[in-house]
């Protein structure tokens, strides 16, 4: 039922006509995700599905990922803080940079490229070969079965999947730490949590949600809108990936500034 | 068995209906009735909008113009829960069989009716799934994933797929494409049994004469967007139009 006829002369010029009519669909296509989340039936069991499906799924990729990223940059920070005789307060860096930035943005990098990539192809898969029709026209509503269950497990799992990156990623650096300044478990834990503050994690969290939202919310799109053919299948998981990953650096950017904002000086 | 037709009672009414996609005007000004109990066949060359026909019956396309009803319903009036329970009377047929890739043969079964028929227990669920995988004499195929299925299989159990909920009304698009001819054969006269068993009333779209002649009770013929030709299959191919020879020779002789 997507099918639109387009306006014969441009309101504007055709590429910013083109740009606001996708804008109005976006804006719609969330609205709906809104509307439709709170309205019953709920499909359970597909959100737990999909749950599974993007967390315990991205563990292997998520746990590779944030240890090496706990070792790497553990390991590059410690020259620099050498120079200033200052490798003691090497835990309490990577603490910080862990939980307030790199967590987030690794998980949901990783995520956008795994999960979003995925949710694109599939749905636009489904699209093509009329399988979304068919749920349609077994009186299914698919929006609610395909887009909303994914929407929602993108969005609880990312907080999650953040979470364990941040505890994957501590224990990498704490090997390396421990090799290098020989600091004992309790020492680098203490000192952890000493550098740690609620608002770091808070804010790490919800702007985990933010992104896990924009995963879901841009890979169901992009599927959904997919055109015909199997072309149309591989555009969409790949500008899912790349609009994702775009819209994920826009939304750090402007978290940035207001946790900067609620920052005590 | 025998058919029973019933041309007092008309199951799907159609007035001046109007589609176009951008400037391409694909249906202008199709009437249609067809009546219970009867197999319609809808004949037409490919991009004639036959399957925009279908797809405005089942409510998944908009008209632009006219009157659509189904079962005494008018499709484009009907609020969204209204056009879920016309559609549970419904069954669709798609060309590539549309089943669910991630489910099996037994889950895409049971897709419509978990969802739809409340207080079915699990025992209820597998008789009627195999029930309707042994009416298509795919019974043995219950755990197997679509992938694993030939085409013809595939075909079969997309259409056991919309018996389970046991429409009034089968909307077949193109069910013999891209099948040999004994596997078209088998699906064709799987189209009768089912007309006769569930005393369904059919739409069939194909442009295939063979399709058409075996389960037609009548013939449909859309040409430039209207039905210009519609009775028995004798009574539409005896015609000097220049198209509809060509269409008949093209099937029989050069096709």
């Known amino acids: ?265 | 068995m025998k058919k029973s037709i019933n041309h007092d009672k008309l199951i799907i009414s159609i007035r001046n209906l109007k589609k176009a996609f951008g400037d391409l005007e694909v249906l202008r000004g199709v009437d249609l009735d067809v009546y219970q109990g009867e197999n319609l066949v809808v004949l037409g060359r490919s991009g004639t909008g036959k399957s925009v026909l279908i797809k405005i019956i089942s409510g998944l396309l908009t008209a632009d113009e006219g009157s659509v009803k189904v079962l005494g319903q008018e499709v484009g009036e009907l609020s969204p829960r209204e056009l879920a329970e016309l559609r549970l009377k419904i069954g669709f047929s798609f060309q590539n069989s549309a089943l669910y890739d991630s489910m099996t043969v037994r889950e895409n079964l049971e897709f419509p009716l978990v969802r739809n028929v409340r207080n079915l227990s699990r025992a209820d669920i597998n008789r009627e799934v195999e029930e309707a995988l042994e009416d298509v004499g795919l019974a043995h195929t219950i755990n197997q994933m679509p992938s694993e299925l030939s085409g013809g299989q595939r075909k079969r159990i997309g259409i056991a797929r919309t018996l389970i909920l046991k429409p009034e009304i089968m909307l077949y698009d193109e069910p013999t494409a891209g099948l040999d001819p004994i596997t078209s054969g088998e699906i064709n006269n799987l189209i009768n049994q089912v007309q006769v068993q569930h005393n369904t009333t059919s739409i069939i779209i194909t442009h295939d004469l063979t399709c058409a002649k075996s389960t037609g009770d009548r013939i449909a013929m859309l040409l430039d967007g209207q039905f210009q030709r519609q009775g028995s299959f004798a009574e539409v191919f005896d015609s000097q139009d220049e198209r509809v020879k060509s269409f008949y020779d093209y099937n029989f002789i050069d096709g």
């Not at chain 1, 563990?59 to 200033?84: D, H, K, Y």
């Not at chain 1, 809108?225 to 750090?252: C, D, R, W």
Request: aromatic residues 12%; hydrophobic residues 50%.
């Open chain 1, 1 to 265: 039922m997507n099918e639109q006829k387009g306006p014969e002369k441009p309101v504007l010029t055709r590429r910013l006509d083109r740009f606001f009519l996708e804008m109005y669909a976006v804006s719609a296509f969330v609205g709906r995700i809104f509307k439709e989340a709170f309205l019953p039936p709920y499909e359970f069991r597909e959100i737990v599905k999909q749950c599974f499906e993007v967390g315990y799924k991205s563990l292997p990729l998520i746990s590779l990922t944030g240890f090496i990223t706990g070792i790497v940059f553990t390991n590059q920070s410690r020259p620099s803080l050498s120079e200033f005789g200052a490798t003691s307060w090497l835990p309490a860096l990577i603490a910080i940079a862990i939980v307030r930035a790199l967590a987030p943005l690794v998980t949901a990098l990783i995520a956008a490229g795994k999960v979003g990539s995925n949710i694109g192809a599939e749905l636009g898969s489904m699209k093509v070969t009329e399988q979304i029709d068919a749920m349609e026209v077994s009186a299914t509503n698919p929006f609610k079965f395909l887009v909303v269950s994914r929407v929602f497990a993108t969005t609880f799992m990312i907080p999650i999947l953040m979470i364990y990156t941040v505890a994957v990623a501590l224990m990498g650096a704490y090997i390396n730490v421990h090799q290098n300044e020989a600091t004992s478990f309790q020492t680098y834990i203490t000192q952890v949590f000493n550098a740690i503050t609620f608002l770091d994690v808070f804010s790490s969290v919800i702007k985990s949600f933010v992104f896990g939202f924009t995963i879901g919310a841009v890979g169901c799109y992009k599927g959904y809108h997919s055109s015909k053919g199997t072309e149309g299948v591989g555009k969409a998981a790949n500008t899912a990936v790349v609009t994702s990953m775009f819209l994920i650096f826009i939304e750090e950017l402007i978290a940035l500034q207001i946790v900067s904002a609620l920052r005590p000086s």
